[in-house]
C-alpha cells in the first residue's frame, strides 16, 4: 500500500478516537482534557474538548441568542454548554449519537456524528433530537502535521471512543477514566516530559 492509499483509507490518523492529554502538558488550556477528534487527516485534526464546561451560557441563553422560538422541554438536568476548544469560540457544535442525523450532519462513525447547524438545537429543545449530545462552543484545531508532531512528543495518548465516557455528565472523573481505559494508572504518569 502506497502512502498515498494509507491516507485516503485514513490509515494512521486518529477520527473517532478520545485525545488524553498527559500530565506534562504545558497548555493551560488542555491540562488534563479529554478532546474527542472529529477530524484528523493531513491537512490537521479538529476535536472537542469532552471535560470542561461553559458556566457563562446556559441552554436556554444560547436558544434565545440564536433566536430559537421552541420553548425547551423539561430535560434534566438541562443541557449544558461546553468549552470545546479556543478555536472560534462563538461557533457552536453538537457531537451526539447517530440516533439523530440531519441533513447536515456528518457521521463520524458507526456511533457517533457532528452537527454544527441550529436545527439540531431546535431538535433538542423540541424533544426530538439525539438521545445522546454534547454541545460545545469552539473546538480544539491543529494544522498539518501539529498533532502528529505532539503525539511524538507525548503530549498526549489516544484511545477508542465509547458513548459512555463521551457523553459521561461526570467531568471530574473524565480524565481518569479515560487513562483507566488504557489501563494506566494515573499516579504512575510523571509530569516531566523527556525521551529514552
Known amino acids: 500500500m ?9 490509515e494512521g490518523y ?5 485525545l488524553i492529554a498527559m500530565p506534562s502538558m504545558s497548555d493551560p488550556r488542555f491540562a488534563r482534557s479529554v478532546i474527542f477528534l ?5 491537512e490537521g485534526a479538529m476535536g ?24 425547551p422541554v423539561a430535560e434534566e438536568p438541562a443541557p449544558a454548554i461546553h468549552f470545546g476548544g479556543p478555536v472560534e469560540t462563538g461557533r ?3 457531537l451526539h449519537s ?35 449530545h454534547l454541545l460545545a462552543l469552539g473546538y480544539a484545531g491543529w494544522g498539518p502535521g501539529q498533532l502528529d508532531g ?18 459521561s455528565v461526570d467531568l471530574t472523573e473524565k480524565w481518569d477514566r479515560a487513562l483507566a481505559k488504557l489501563g494506566i494508572d494515573v499516579s504512575l504518569l510523571s509530569s516531566d516530559a523527556g525521551h529514552a
Open 150 to 167: 505532539e503525539l511524538q512528543e507525548n503530549a498526549w495518548l489516544s484511545v477508542d471512543a465509547d458513548p459512555e465516557l463521551v457523553f
Open 92 to 94: 457552536g457544535f453538537v
Open 14 to 18: 486518529l477520527t473517532g478516537q478520545i
Open 98 to 132: 447517530v440516533d439523530y442525523v440531519g441533513p447536515d450532519s456528518m457521521p463520524l462513525s458507526g456511533t457517533f456524528a457532528l452537527t454544527a447547524t441550529v436545527d439540531i438545537l431546535k431538535a433538542i429543545a423540541a424533544g426530538t433530537g439525539p438521545q445522546r
Open 38 to 42: 472529529c477530524a484528523h487527516n493531513a
Open 48 to 71: 472537542l474538548v469532552l471535560n470542561r464546561l461553559l458556566d457563562s451560557i446556559t441552554f436556554k441563553d444560547l436558544l434565545e441568542e440564536l433566536k430559537v422560538e421552541e420553548e
Open 2 to 10: 502506497t502512502l498515498d492509499d494509507s491516507e485516503k483509507d485514513g
